[in-house]
């Protein structure tokens, strides 16, 4: 019966211990919020990765897809929470930039972009998803582009 408590009770904590060092590796580095809608038009807020590169900010999806990045799709337009500030935009797919997403966020969350894609899979494949800021776009003075294909 010891035997059996023991296993228990290292299988618990060997559990917790994956929990909390997925839940460490997923939150200490920049994380923003992104705000969407469901089917139903009920608010989802979810915490996700983000890199800057030539004047656009990107997410990543893995291959399989994921509940936010449904919403994204069946929705023109949703908002993104970044130190502070909110914003309006709209999502472009940017398959050919999987590399060089893949590298900068290998290089800005380090040990934990290793960790969570050895959790969840392999990065290869994943999608980079371009954001184009909306208020920027509505000034055409401050729009990098007008290109707000799917």
């Known amino acids: 019966m010891k ?5 228990l009770a290292i299988l618990l904590a060997v559990a917790i211990s994956i929990v909390g060092l997925q839940f460490l590796a997923s939150e200490r580095v920049e994380v923003v919020e992104l705000r969407t809608s469901d ?21 990543r999806v893995g291959t399989d897809g994921s509940g936010w990045f449904s919403r994204i799709e069946a ?7 970044r130190n502070g500030n909110t914003a309006i935009y709209s999502a472009v797919r940017r398959p050919e930039k999987s590399a060089r997403i893949n590298q900068l966020m290998q290089e800005k969350y380090t040990w934990g972009d290793t960790l969570i894609g050895y959790l969840v899979g392999s990065r290869e ?4 998803i371009e954001l184009h800021n909306m208020n920027q776009a509505l000034d055409p003075l401050k729009a990098r582009s007008a290109d707000f294909r799917r």
């Open 3 to 7: 035997f059996v408590a023991w296993t």
């Open 39 to 59: 089917e139903n038009g009920e608010a989802v807020t979810t915490r996700l990765w983000i890199v800057d590169d030539e004047g656009y900010q990107y997410l």
């Open 75 to 81: 929705n023109e337009s949703f908002q993104i929470t």
């Open 125 to 128: 494949g994943s999608i980079p």
